[in-house]
């Protein structure tokens, strides 16, 4: 059973930073390219980013660009990401997701909060 759980969310003023994380289980992580989506109050879905199955490779959406970034650790079974010069548009619950076969796997989600 595929198994994503994430960790790190919190309340934080702008301009703070965060690290979520990301335990996998029940597939292959290492070969598996990941992602972070997130969805705000009331918006649909926003991908945000992607790594590699060797994390040698990332992409960004353009509204976290230049702030966010993404790794993962293959030994640990888990993906990160450091969200720095956060800003309050950055406020959702922050989604890893996985495509295992023909389905998408997401995981509870971490309500993240930028406001002062």
């Known amino acids: 059973e595929v198994q994503l759980v994430e960790s790190g969310g919190g309340l934080v003023q702008p301009g703070a930073s965060l690290r979520l994380s990301c335990a996998a289980s029940?597939?292959?992580?290492?070969?598996?390219?990941m992602n972070w989506v997130r969805q705000a109050p009331g918006k649909g879905p926003e991908w945000v980013s992607l790594?590699?199955?060797?994390?040698?490779?990332?992409w960004y959406a353009d509204s976290v660009k230049g702030r966010f970034t993404i790794s993962r650790d293959n030994a640990k079974n888990t993906v990160y990401l450091q969200m720095n010069s956060l800003k309050p548009e950055d406020t959702a619950v922050y989604y890893c997701?996985?495509?295992?076969?023909?389905?998408?796997?997401w995981g509870q989600g971490t309500q993240v909060t930028v406001s002062s």
């Open positions: 997701k996985v495509v295992a076969g023909p389905n998408d796997y």
């Open positions: 790594i590699n199955s060797g994390g040698g490779i990332a």
């Open positions: 029940g597939f292959t992580f290492g070969n598996s390219d």
